[in-house]
């Protein structure tokens, strides 16, 4: 009960204005569902949540910052060793849904660092069946993002 209330207060504050805070919940959101039981239902249940906080950090948050540390929260949630375990609908929707959110940010970034970082959390799962039937979609479009690299134009050490 007391990792769940945790869970549930990360994931509440996660999405606060203030940069220190924002990207400091999100990797720690990261960091507890690289290790969480998700195939208990108490914490299937939070998955979607987790996923979507992610997610929304990944594609709203205009901060490099936050970006590339949501890239690392995503690459420990995708890093779960439970995630071909899941039963729950929602929660494999959910898991499928995070994939496409870095694939979106690893097309629409023009930061080279956030690129890495993103392509660096789609290779964090440590088995192929952790990535699930989008697998040959993944590896395409990582291919293709990182073939379009060069044409990233950088200002400085980071392109805002």
């Known amino acids: 009960k007391l990792l769940i209330s945790i869970i549930n207060s990360l994931l509440s ?17 990261g960091n ?7 195939q208990d239902e108490q914490y299937s ?3 979607p949540k987790i ?3 992610i997610g929304f950090c990944l594609l709203n948050d205009k901060k490099l910052k936050n970006q590339w540390n949501a890239c690392f929260a995503a690459g420990n ?3 779960n060793k439970s995630i071909p375990l899941l039963c729950n609908k929602t929660a494999m ?12 940010l690893l097309d629409k970034c023009e930061n080279y660092k956030v690129k890495i970082t993103a392509v660096y ?3 964090c799962p440590n ?4 990535y699930g039937p989008i697998y040959y979609k993944l590896i395409k479009r990582i291919s293709t993002a990182l073939n379009n690299i060069d044409e990233l134009v950088a200002n400085g050490y980071a392109k805002q």
């Open 51 to 53: 996923c979507k906080s």
């Open 77 to 79: 949630a995708l890093s």
């Open 93 to 104: 929707e959910s898991t499928r849904d995070l994939y496409f959110s870095i694939l979106t």
């Open 32 to 38: 507890i569902s690289y290790w969480i039981p998700i």
């Open 121 to 123: 959390s789609l290779s």
């Open 13 to 29: 504050i996660c999405h606060e204005s203030k940069h220190n805070i924002s990207y400091n919940t999100i990797r720690a959101i």
């Open 127 to 130: 088995s192929r069946k952790n």
């Open 45 to 47: 249940n939070l998955w």
